[in-house]
């Protein structure tokens, strides 16, 4: 029990500094190498917590496929971040009142959780028997039946995001030369090979 303690604020404090460090690294390749560490952490608190699936689903899916991805696009896009960032105070209102949506939320959870009598009964209810019900099988019944419209309001959220992320990452660069296909197909000889006759004495 002291082991499994112990473990449980490490892994915490390490996800915790790990977290802030995300959002903190002025490199935003150390920012996604501590996200690989702030997702190993976490994976490592499921496991203590008896969720061994998602542990295992957050270490393949977000470790081994969106961390990887992150740290591919930012390290293969030659995105200014320079410039990025002079932007910052246009925006910063938006971003402000965003914060304190989601600051208002989480009070508003934690006030909830704290003052509603319903809470510590749902806290103190007794999961499925692992001899009836598997871990992943639970995990299903609570996302497809309960859960099953917040399931899909994130699953819409996490497309709107996608398209945002492509939205920004698609932009014109200046000065690159590109092939018209349609414009090498029309030209002409004429258009392509002029003759000039220069007469003796000229020069070129």
Known sequence: MIIETLCFYLFAAVTLFSAFMVISSRNP????????????????????????????????????????????????????????????????????LIGAVLLAELLLVLG??????????????????VEEVSNTAALGQLLYTHYVYLFQAAGMILLVAMVGAIVLTHRTRKGVKKQNIGEQVRRRRSDAVEIKKVQPGQGI
């Open 112 to 129: 909830t959780w704290a003052v509603s009598p319903e809470a510590a009964e749902m806290a103190a209810a007794p999961t499925p028997p």
């Open 29 to 96: 390749v150390h920012s996604v190498l501590f996200l690989i560490l702030a997702f190993i952490n976490s994976a490592a608190l499921f496991l203590l917590l008896g969720a061994e699936f998602l542990a295992m689903i957050l270490i393949i899916v977000y470790v081994g496929a969106v961390a990887v991805l992150f740290l591919f696009v930012v390290m293969m896009l030659d995105i200014d971040f320079e410039e990025m960032r002079r932007g910052f105070l246009q925006y910063l209102p938006i971003g402000a």
